[in-house]
């Protein structure tokens, strides 16, 4: 039953971009509102994460917070920049430099986190 409700939902999407007027407008408005719905999402998850392990972060000492911190803020910025940063030259290897530095920030955090949790 679930499939088929999807399934409706899609043919539904997809019937008003082929017949609607200006149905590519009504496409881009059906992309902004799932692109935000999905914001929305994640923002919750992270919140329910961040109330779940509040004493595990705090725990860390204020060094590791911020690297915490500032590792998740550079990847979200990675993220964000990832088209313009691939249309120039050096972009794509700044990019890697940005993922690579928040990745070793949180392994950095996890290895305080897991000696601190033994």
């Known amino acids: 039953m679930r499939g088929l409700r999807t399934a409706a939902i899609i043919a539904v999407l997809a019937a008003i971009v082929a017949f609607v007027p200006q149905g590519g407008s009504s496409a881009g408005f059906i992309y902004a509102v799932l692109s935000i719905a999905l914001m929305?999402?994640?923002a919750l998850f992270a919140a329910r994460i961040y109330q779940t392990f509040r004493s595990d972060i705090y725990g860390?000492?204020?060094r590791?917070?911020?690297i915490l911190y500032?590792?998740?803020g550079g990847f979200i910025l990675a993220?964000?920049?990832r088209p313009k940063l691939f249309e120039t030259t050096g972009g794509s290897l700044l990019?890697?430099?940005m993922v690579a530095g928040a990745l070793g920030?949180?392994?950095a955090v996890f290895m305080r986190w897991r000696a601190?949790?033994?």
Do not use: C, E, K, Q
């Open 40 to 42: 929305v999402l994640f």
């Open 60 to 62: 860390l000492g204020d």
């Open 64 to 66: 590791h917070r911020a």
């Open 70 to 72: 500032a590792s998740i």
């Open 79 to 81: 993220m964000a920049w």
């Open 95 to 97: 990019w890697i430099a």
């Open 105 to 107: 920030g949180l392994y």
């Open 116 to 118: 601190y949790r033994i």
